[in-house]
Structures are given as C-alpha cells and as structure tokens.
C-alpha cells in the first residue's frame, strides 16, 4: 500500500477516534446530569409540591393587603432571604409601591419604582426571573453581537444592574397576568450565603403565575365588593332622603293640628318605654327591633297624608262616613312604605297598629299574638297619648285617669303584656311624665 493511502488511513481512523470520543462525552454528561438529577428530584419534587399547595391556599385570601404579607413571608421563609420586598402598582401614581418588606430592605413602605425605570422595563421584555449574577454575561454577550440599533439594550442591562444593587437584589421575580405587570417580588442573597440555585429560580419563576392568579383573585373580590358597597351606599342614601320626605309629611301632619302637635314624637317616646320595661322582665329582642319599633312609632300616622283636612280639623264628632274614611290611614300609610324591602315590618306594624286584642279593630281584625308585637306597643302609647292630649271636641283626661283606662282596656283593647309594661315604666320611674312630655 503506498505511504500516502497509509497516512490517509491514520488520519481518517484518527478522526474517528476523535469524534467517537466527543460523541460519546455528550452523552455521557448527559447521563451524569440526569442521574444528579434523579437524586434530587425526590426532595425537588416535595418543595415544589409545598411551594403549589401553599399557592393555592393564597386564592382563598381575599383581601391583597394580607396576600401581599402571605406572599412576602412565605417566600422569604422558603428560599431563606435575607430580605424580601413586594412591589405592587399603584394606578394613582403610575409607579409601583413598596408594599410590604421583611427582612433587612432598607426603603421605607409605599417607596416608588417608576414604571420606566430599568428593573421593570426589562421584566416586562423577558417576562421572568431577573437573577443580578447574570446580568453582567448577558451584557458582555450582548455587546458582542449587538449593533447600533439594538444598543437600547444594552442601556437597559447597565441601568438594570446599577438598580438592583442599590435595591440589594439578588433576584427579582415578576408577577404577570395576561402580559401586565401586576408587581414584583425583591429577593436579597440567602442567608446562609449560599447562591439561588437553578431549581429555586424554576420554583420561583413556576410559583410566580400562582401569585399572580391570587392576586387578580383578590383585586376583582375587592372591585366587587367596592361595587356593592357603591350599591349599597346609593340604595341607603336614596332610602333615606325617602324616609326624610315621608317624616316631613308626618311632620307636616302633626304641625298643621294644634292639638296633636309632638304626637308623634311622644309615641315614640313612650313605645321605647314600654320596650325598655320588657328588657327590664329579662325578654329579649332581635337586633333590628329597637330601629324597626322607633321607625313604626314615628310614621304611625304618616297614612293621614290622605285624610282630608276637614275630617283631621273638625271640631264635633266624627260621622260614621269621616270615621270610615279616617280608618283608612293605616292602609294608606303602609302602602307608602311598601317599595322599601327593609321597611316590610314597619309597614306591617303600621297596617296593624289599630287592631285590637279582642278582635274588633281594624283593618283585618286580627286577634290576640297574631297581631305584631310593634302594633301591639304603638297601640298603647297611642291610645294614652290620645287621652292626655286635648281634642278640638273635648279637653285631655288626666295622666291618672289615662292609665286607669290602660289597665280597663288590658285584654279587651291592649295587648296585657303590654298595658302592664306601660304602667309599671310610669310607676317605677319619677321622672317618666318628666321625660316623655319635654
């Protein structure tokens, strides 16, 4: 074989040789790698398993104040940081602000980045976890295959690294949703010294989406419930201007009469009396009782918007037609009340505040404990007050004589409970006719 096919030979079997070789290095790196990995999965594979699980309990967090602290301890508890920091966007500023810090960050609570600033304008490109130990090969590789056009990025870098160490930042882990940029995490060296490993930032980057599913959790529970507030707010301010222009129509009622001027006010007056006696006997009532009886005393007679001045003003004794039509001021006034939800038993008190215990009132003739309990007080403080109030056709009895025709009225007119109330609040308290006739 001549000289020249045999040196052919050599150097052909040598390359051979050569790119079996580095063939199978790759491989067997590989092999080494994956077998690293084996041995870690198990314990890579219960952190991230704790990592999810407490990301999900973060959903269940509702208000983004403590979701932020959740966030900010969990974190830095897990990864041991020297220093966590939460930055959220504030929409009045245009900036994000420092909302929560654990740890040895030095600025102080509501510290702005601004939206411009480096940090986030490049997290807002590469959409991941910013490690400052890469920021400087990412540079010098830039910078080696960039031109002019491209230079902007290499600004960014320069800016981005100068930024996260003043911050004292070793990793910064952005919080995206639907490519915006909620807010971000600052994570300063562990504190043990050692560096991030490339399954902590994994973990990190993974858990960053769980976050951000957390927090767009909590910011629409929020909006909701300032929508309901809004809502609630609007039907109260717009009940109440109702409830005023009804008040000023009993008012107005009240005033144009001489002689049932106050009425309305010493009813009340005397139904609280009469309730504060039963809490005295050891009787117990629902939390809205107290609003619902004051309510019903002062709109009793709100139904005599309806009644004729004529029949309201006459001087002599009602005729069986003015009577009728006088009793249709309960009715009256509940249909008044009748759009307003909440109101529903005031407006039944009011309907029912001339029944009778025997029966024979009106406007169902309802009997007995079908009759409500707030009907049953009003009854009472109404009937006394007619009494010591002077009529057009006849001069007010005297207090005395007021509460003799309580107690003969008790089981037959009054509710006994009730007529029995009434008068040991006014026996028992020197200053009841004192307080109740200011």
Known sequence: MPIAEQQQGVLLFSLSVLLGIVLFRRPLAKVFAGVIDQLAFKKSAEYQKIIREAAKGMIKVQELSRLFKLIAYFIGMRVKASHVALFYFDKKSRAYALKVKRGRFRAQLDFKIDALS????????KKDVVVAKEIDALARKNRSILRQKEQRVLRILRGLKDQLGELGAA?????????KLLGFLILGPKRDGDAFSRKDITLLSTLSHEVAVAVENAILYEELSMKVKEIELLYDKEKKIFLSTVLAFATAIDAKDPYTHGHTERVTKYCLMIKEQFERSGQKFPKEFDKELQVSALLHDVGKIGTPDYILNKKGPLTKEEYEEIKKHSLVGASILRPIDELNNVALAIRHHQERWDGLGYPDGLQGGNIPLISRIVMVADAFDALVSDR????????EMAFAEIRKGSGTQFD???ADAFVTAYQHKGDFKREVLK
Do not use: H, L, T
Request: charged fraction near 20%; aromatic fraction near 14%; charge should be negative.
């Open 118 to 125: 480096p940090i986030v304008e490049y997290m807002n490109e």
């Open 171 to 179: 990793i910064c882990v952005p919080c995206f949703s639907k490519d």
């Open 392 to 399: 057009p056709y006849r001069p007010g009895v005297f207090e």
């Open 416 to 418: 006994p409970a009730v």
